[in-house]
C-alpha cells in the first residue's frame, strides 16, 4: 500500500481562510428532517476549524416539495382540489396558502442570514482592531501544538 504524503500547506491554508469567518449552516434533502443531523455533527468540525457557525441554521425538508428547479421558493400547496374544475374563490385560496408558505420561508432563512451578517460584520470590524493570529496563532508542525503543557 502506498501512503500519500500529507500536504500541511493546504491544511494550513484552509485553515487561515475559514478561521474565525462566520457562517451559517444550510442542509436538504428529501425526508423530513432536511439534513438535521448531518448539519448537527458539522457544527462541531466547523468549529473546531476555528469558524463561527450562527445558531440559526435552515434545513429544508422534502426540498422536491419546497424548492423550485432552479433552487428558488417553491413552497408548493398540496391540496387535492383539481384547479382546473375549482371555483375562484378555492384558487385565491390556494394562492394566498402559497403566498403564505413563501413569506414563511422566507423569514425562516431571514433569520439565519440576519445573524450571518451581523457576525460577519462584527467579525471584520474586531480584525481591524486585533489581529486574531497574534493571539492564537496556526498550529503550523502538529495537532498536538494545542495540547495542556
Known amino acids: 500500500i502506498k501512503s500519500v504524503p500529507s500536504q500541511p500547506i493546504k491544511t494550513i491554508h484552509l485553515f487561515i481562510y475559514l478561521y474565525l ?3 451559517s449552516t444550510v442542509t436538504y434533502s428529501a425526508g423530513q ?8 455533527a458539522l457544527r462541531t468540525t466547523l468549529s473546531e476549524l476555528g469558524c463561527l457557525p450562527v ?3 435552515i434545513h429544508i425538508p422534502k426540498a422536491q416539495e419546497v424548492l423550485d428547479r432552479d433552487g428558488n421558493i417553491a413552497a ?14 378555492t384558487k385565491e385560496k390556494q394562492q394566498q ?5 413563501v413569506e414563511r420561508w422566507e423569514k425562516y432563512c431571514g433569520r439565519c442570514f440576519s445573524q450571518l451578517e451581523w457576525w460577519a460584520e ?3 470590524k474586531h480584525r481591524e482592531v486585533v489581529d486574531p493570529f497574534d493571539e ?6 502538529t495537532p498536538d501544538q ?4
Do not use: Y
Open 55 to 57: 445558531s440559526a441554521m
Open 122 to 124: 462584527a467579525t471584520r
Open 136 to 141: 492564537s496563532p496556526v498550529f503550523v508542525k
Open 33 to 40: 428532517w432536511g439534513g438535521t443531523r448531518a448539519a448537527v
Open 21 to 23: 469567518h462566520a457562517l
Open 97 to 101: 396558502q402559497q403566498q403564505h408558505n
Open 146 to 149: 494545542r495540547n495542556a503543557p
Open 76 to 89: 408548493v400547496v398540496n391540496t387535492f382540489i383539481d384547479t382546473a374544475t375549482s371555483d375562484d374563490d
